[in-house]
């Protein structure tokens, strides 16, 4: 008697046993999903299953080339290791389809190396959208013909000259967002218009960079940390919402946000500025200054005792739409009350300039005498204040080198006392007031 059988995927197989699926039964579009969540060599070592999969992995659409991804030995000697690197790209890169790359990372110390070159391969550019390259020589081939389809540029530790770039930048009408870190080789960079679609620029910090100059009219937001005074060029056209600038030896930042940035960016919405000051403040004319800005964050470093922190507020006064203000000081003095001669706390004229200002914090905050006056400044003249808050600890998130930590006991002790003292008791009951 036959024995009788039952349909699975296509095949025949007896009643009493279980059916077996097979790898070449699953749909094409469910192994290919499957593939591209897997990491780099996991999906390498599926690939080897079976002809569909293979097929697949050709197509993958994520290539992220790091020694951690590759799975290379830390203890084999760093030539070794570097060898290996390359071999691993070439051969991945030849065995792809070449269509489909989604986002291509490279990042290994390839200083001997240009890219892209004989030696190291590269991928075909048309459907590239997002690509980083780290620790390497950056040269376009005299055949290069662009990347039509890249959006993301992120180049860290890339040795790439001012016109190279350029001409590379040339040919990506599609970017929207532009990285560059510690590319040593740039003095003067120009963004054309042909960056119709770039919305962000991120250079953090390319330490020769002196000139930066931008024609690409959809720009929003820029972000710069720089180690010496960066001059800004801006088309006309252009209408900036967002800056986030960091001058590391700047004479003064305050007065490179009143001459270059006010006239520069009249309809900035909000600006992170870090850096150096004198604490100084000259008359300006009415066009220096921020007729648009609704956010400020600034953060002054290397501030001596010697120096008045209630002069911010007339640099503050230049921001008349204000609605939220962050201080991050390095204030060193010691609490109002513990000072020799407890002195009276000075103000100035009020005149309620602040009609927007909701939220003040600072942080850093000593309960110093200037600071104090600074932080009853804006108590007095900010009409709609919501919120109040005064930390004694630096933001680590905007630090990059950070300062002290918790109070000790005695100073604790009168740095509460100062506050419960002199801002307490000033605040109306509508404002919330926090402290720590």
């Known amino acids: 008697m036959a024995k009788r059988m039952n349909p699975c995927h296509g095949k025949l197989v007896p009643k009493n046993k279980r059916a077996i699926l097979q790898f070449d039964d699953i749909p094409e579009d469910v192994v290919f999903l499957i593939i591209r969540l897997l990491s780099l060599t996991n999906a390498a070592r599926v690939s080897m299953v079976s002809q569909k999969w293979l097929q697949s992995w050709r197509l993958y659409p994520n290539l992220e080339f790091t020694s951690k991804a590759l799975g290379l030995n830390k203890r084999v000697h760093k030539q070794g290791r570097r060898a290996k690197f390359v071999r691993c790209v070439n051969t991945?890169?030849?065995?792809?389809?070449?269509?489909?790359?989604?986002?291509?990372?490279?990042?290994?110390?390839?200083?001997?190396?240009?890219?892209?070159?004989?030696?190291?391969?590269?991928?075909?550019?048309?459907?590239?959208?997002?690509?980083?390259?780290?620790?390497?020589?950056?040269?376009?081939?005299?055949?290069?013909?662009?990347?039509?389809?890249?959006?993301?540029?992120?180049?860290?530790?890339?040795?790439?000259?001012?016109?190279?770039?350029?001409?590379?930048?040339?040919?990506?009408?599609?970017?929207?967002?532009?990285?560059?870190?510690?590319?040593?080789?740039?003095?003067?960079?120009?963004?054309?218009?042909?960056?119709?679609?770039?919305?962000?620029?991120?250079?953090?910090?390319?330490?020769?960079?002196?000139?930066?100059?931008?024609?690409?009219?959809?720009?929003?937001?820029?972000?710069?940390?720089?180690?010496?005074?960066?001059?800004?060029?801006?088309?006309?056209?252009?209408?900036?919402?967002?800056?986030?600038?960091?001058?590391?030896?700047?004479?003064?930042?305050?007065?490179?946000?009143?001459?270059?940035?006010?006239?520069?960016?009249p309809d900035l919405e909000s600006l992170f500025l870090s850096g150096c000051t004198e604490m100084i403040i000259s008359r300006r004319p009415p066009s220096n200054r921020f007729h648009c800005l609704k956010q400020l964050e600034l953060k002054l470093q290397d501030i001596s005792t010697k120096y008045d922190l209630l002069f911010l507020a007339k640099f503050v006064d230049a921001a008349p739409v204000l609605e939220a203000l962050v201080f991050h000081l390095e204030d060193i003095e010691e609490p109002f009350c513990y000072m020799e001669k407890e002195a009276e706390l000075r103000s100035l004229e009020k005149h309620c300039p602040h009609k927007n200002l909701k939220l003040v914090k600072m942080t850093g905050f000593s309960a110093g005498r200037s600071s104090l006056e600074l932080a009853l400044y804006f108590v007095e003249n900010s009409p709609a204040l919501e919120l109040l808050i005064l930390d004694h600890r630096l933001d680590r998130s905007v630090c990059r080198i950070t300062f002290g930590g918790d109070l000790d006991a005695k100073c604790s002790k009168g740095y509460e006392h100062t506050i419960s003292k002199y801002v307490s008791n000033a605040i109306p009951r509508r404002v919330r007031l926090s402290y720590s």
């Open 92 to 265: 991945i890169i030849r065995h792809h389809a070449g269509t489909g790359i989604n986002s291509f990372t490279l990042k290994r110390n390839l200083n001997n190396h240009n890219f892209p070159s004989s030696n190291v391969a590269a991928p075909e550019p048309t459907s590239i959208e997002h690509l980083k390259l780290c620790f390497m020589n950056l040269r376009p081939l005299p055949t290069f013909s662009g990347l039509r389809s890249l959006k993301t540029l992120d180049l860290a530790l890339v040795c790439i000259t001012t016109e190279d770039l350029e001409s590379l930048l040339s040919y990506t009408p599609a970017l929207q967002q532009l990285k560059l870190r510690q590319c040593p080789m740039l003095e003067y960079l120009k963004i054309t218009d042909v960056l119709a679609k770039l919305v962000y620029i991120d250079i953090v910090p390319c330490l020769w960079l002196k000139i930066l100059e931008i024609h690409a009219q959809n720009l929003v937001a820029i972000n710069t940390y720089n180690i010496c005074h960066l001059k800004i060029v801006l088309s006309e056209a252009l209408v900036l919402k967002g800056a986030h600038i960091e001058l590391v030896l700047s004479s003064d930042v305050i007065e490179y946000a009143f001459t270059d940035l006010a006239p520069l960016m």
